[in-house]
């Protein structure tokens, strides 16, 4: 593996990728500490130090993973790249409600441009939402969960001030967009999943920091050694399929002779990737948001119990809801019906099953058992975090687990896979050999 790093950097074009990605990657770090104008730096470092103490019921945590913790430091990039996680997930969705998207998607090349240039629109509109509704509650302190010094983080709480900050945070989001895209057209992967990836590893270091300081030298060994074999497991389901084995049929087309070659259909153990955890951690979240505006409703209070992580109840309808939201999400994005007419339409048939509908529900068949252990593997990985806070009493200080370690792991391998594509074009042997 070493040699194949060794063999990448000495290739002209695939160094000038690396450094090329590597060096974005440093201007997007630069502006995840960068402050929005109006900020008091000093006071607000207290106050989200103050406030990541009892994080484990804050609205915005899903957020600040996918920031890197640039939303609590209310950075220029501080909305990070949610916005348009959000918007990507919602064109998908409506996708397959409406038919305008759905032509769009089987047109090809020109559809999926088009489609990409509304989720930059959708983006930057939720980007308005998202960066008032931080902005507003910074002002009122609400985002800190009305922590010490929470008042003091802005310098002024007039329009203007505000209007200017939630101004340059849209601003940042648009050029996170433009730096992924620089990063896919000249560097090494998908960039908006590298990005990802580097807000989510971002917080790694102080995360391992705190543990070691809180809880000794034997309890981070054995967190460093449960992580490597999460981590291993992760890697082993991400890479598990099923595949399904296609056989072409020979045809005639003018003078020359088509098909008779065999493939096979993958299906993912994980079909639905980190998809259902982010459906379920946002639902969630909306009971907490409700108890942070009406803190003296008596339902609110009655609630508030039940809202913490590490009780039973809460874990228990978070799996659950990471189950239906699997099934949901491979249900709309996977249609057993139209990958049996396209099979059908080029002569393919699996072995065995007839073409047309029995191929359809076959289909059906393997993937909803299929689908299944992808789901059970989604909720238990979820639940690693919450189960560390009953047992470290440090949730915020795991960080192998739940989303994280998920967006880690497949950003790595799609990263990997990229770069070992390019290494064999060369003859190279690749990192995984």
Not at 307 to 321: I, R
Not at 383 to 393: C, H, R, S
Not at 403 to 430: C, H, M, P
């Amino acid at each position: 593996m070493l040699t194949a790093f060794a063999r990448a950097f000495r290739t002209p074009d695939l160094r000038k990728k690396i450094l090329f990605t590597l060096f974005i990657i440093l201007v997007f770090r630069i502006g995840s500490i960068l402050p929005t104008p109006n900020v008091n730096v000093g006071a607000l470092k207290e106050t989200a130090d103050a406030a990541k103490k009892g994080a484990s019921g804050q609205v915005f945590q899903l957020v600040d993973l996918f920031s890197g913790g640039a939303l609590l430091k209310l950075s220029v990039f501080a909305l990070g790249i949610m916005p348009y996680i959000t918007a990507s997930i919602i064109l998908q969705l409506l996708t397959v409600v409406i038919p305008r998207l759905e032509a769009l998607k089987k047109e090809g090349q020109a559809g999926t441009t088009k489609i990409t240039q509304y989720t930059r629109y959708l983006t930057v509109a939720l980007a308005i939402l998202q960066a008032t509704g931080i902005v507003a509650m910074a002002s009122t302190g609400n985002l800190f969960g009305n922590s010490a010094g929470a008042d003091d983080v802005l310098y002024e709480k007039g329009v203007f001030p505000i209007v200017t900050m939630v101004i340059v945070m849209v601003a940042g989001t648009s050029v996170i967009m433009w730096l992924g895209e620089l990063i896919t057209d000249r560097g090494v992967g998908n960039g908006m999943s590298i990005l990802i990836f580097t807000q989510v590893v971002a917080v790694f270091p102080s995360q391992f920091w705190g543990i070691y300081k809180t809880k000794g030298s034997f309890i981070f060994a054995i967190v460093i050694l449960v992580g490597l074999a999460i981590m291993a497991g992760v890697v082993f389901v991400e890479q598990a399929q099923r595949r399904i084995p296609v056989q072409y049929a020979k045809r005639m087309v003018g003078r020359r002779m088509y098909g008779g070659t065999s493939t096979y259909i993958p299906l993912k153990v994980n079909q639905a990737g980190i998809i259902p955890v982010i459906f379920a951690s946002s639902l969630l979240y909306l009971p907490v948001l409700a108890s942070q505006l009406w803190p003296n409703n008596s339902w609110v209070q009655k609630v508030q119990p039940y809202l913490q992580q590490d009780n039973p109840w809460h874990m228990a309808v978070f799996f659950g809801f990471i189950i239906f939201f699997t099934y949901f999400y491979v249900a709309i994005t996977f249609n057993p019906t139209e990958v049996a007419d396209n099979m059908k339409k080029y002569g393919g048939f699996i072995p065995g099953i007839r073409p047309g509908r029995p191929t359809a529900e076959y289909l059906d068949y393997v993937l909803t058992r299929i689908t299944t252990p992808g789901a059970l593997y989604l909720g238990l990985v979820s639940l690693i975090p919450m189960v560390a806070f009953a047992l470290l009493d440090a949730t915020q200080d795991f960080p192998f687990g739940g989303t994280s370690i998920l967006i880690v792991v497949g950003v790595g391998l799609d990263t990997v896979k990229q770069v070992e594509s390019q290494l064999q074009q060369r003859n190279y042997e690749g990192f995984l050999r």
